[in-house]
């Protein structure tokens, strides 16, 4: 069973910069063909999608934030991280992690999900 566990502050101050890592179990983050990512929900909006890391090692992000984004992996971990930096407020969201067979419609597996306030 794969499980993924998002973790990180809870609280970021504007402008600084946002880092949540996500630990796979039950799975290689390099067994071929799947892609992981970040999405986020702010306060009263859908889901957005922020970008992915695959088994390889590359990635993409949504145009909207792809100055802002970065993802990174450790293999030796089985963990990969978002970093969003410049946040303001507006970057409020529940972040999550999940994972998805190549261009399947939908996911198969999604972490729990946390909160993260940017206030001062």
């Known amino acids: 069973q794969v499980q993924l566990q998002e973790s990180g502050p809870g609280l970021v101050k504007p402008s600084q910069t946002l880092s949540l890592t996500c630990t796979v179990s039950g799975g290689s983050i390099t067994t071929n063909n799947y892609y992981y990512d970040w999405i986020r929900q702010s306060p009263g909006k859908g889901l957005e999608w922020i970008g992915f890391i695959s088994y390889s090692g590359s990635t993409g992000f949504s145009p909207a934030l792809e100055s802002r984004a970065s993802i990174s992996r450790d293999l030796s971990r089985n963990q990969f991280t978002l970093q969003l930096i410049s946040v303001t407020p507006e970057d409020t969201a529940v972040y999550y992690c999940?994972?998805?067979?190549?261009?399947?419609?939908?996911?198969?597996?999604w972490g729990q999900g946390t909160q993260v306030a940017v206030s001062s």
């Open positions: 999940a994972r998805k067979y190549q261009v399947a419609p939908r996911y198969d597996y």
